[in-house]
C-alpha cells in the first residue's frame, strides 16, 4: 500500500474554490480517485484518475464545477473545486487503487490505500 496525505481544505462561502492536493509516499501506476462523506452519509466517489492522467471521470454532481488532475513527477493528485455549495460540505478523502497497470475503477471497493482526510466547509 501506498501513504497518502490531503491537504487544501477550509471555510468558503458559497460559489468559492478550493485546491485539495493528495501527496503519495511513493509513485504508483494505480488510479487515484477523490471520495467524500458527509455527517450521517455514505462515503461517495466524487472523481478519479488514471495513472497517465488520460482518463478522468466524475460523478454527476460536480460536472463542470470540479476538474481532478495529476502531476506525477511531484506524485500529486490534484482537485479544483468550483463553484461550491453547501452541498459539497464534507470531509474529502484521497484514496489510490490497489490495481496498477493498465486497470482503471472508479469502484469503492477497488481502492485499498486511504488518507486521513481533509475537511471543507461551505457556507451559505
Known amino acids: 500500500q501506498v501513504q497518502l496525505v490531503e491537504s487544501g481544505g477550509g471555510l468558503v462561502q458559497t460559489g468559492g474554490s478550493l485546491r485539495l492536493s493528495c501527496t503519495a509516499s511513493?509513485?504508483?501506476?494505480?488510479?487515484t480517485g477523490w471520495f467524500r462523506q458527509a455527517p450521517g452519509k455514505e462515503r461517495e466517489f466524487v472523481a478519479a484518475?488514471?495513472?497517465?492522467?488520460?482518463?478522468?471521470t466524475y460523478a454527476d454532481f460536480v460536472k463542470g464545477r470540479f476538474t481532478i488532475s495529476r502531476d506525477n513527477a511531484k506524485i500529486t493528485v490534484y482537485l479544483q473545486m468550483n463553484s461550491l455549495k453547501p452541498d459539497d460540505t464534507a470531509l474529502y478523502y484521497c484514496?489510490?487503487?490497489?490495481?496498477?497497470?493498465?486497470?482503471?475503477?472508479?469502484?469503492?471497493?477497488?481502492?485499498?490505500?486511504w488518507g486521513p482526510g481533509t475537511q471543507v466547509t461551505v457556507s451559505s
Open positions: 484518475i488514471s495513472w497517465s492522467g488520460g482518463t478522468t
Open positions: 484514496a489510490s487503487s490497489r490495481y496498477s497497470g493498465g486497470s482503471y475503477s472508479t469502484s469503492i471497493t477497488d481502492f485499498d490505500s
Open positions: 511513493r509513485r504508483t501506476l494505480s488510479t
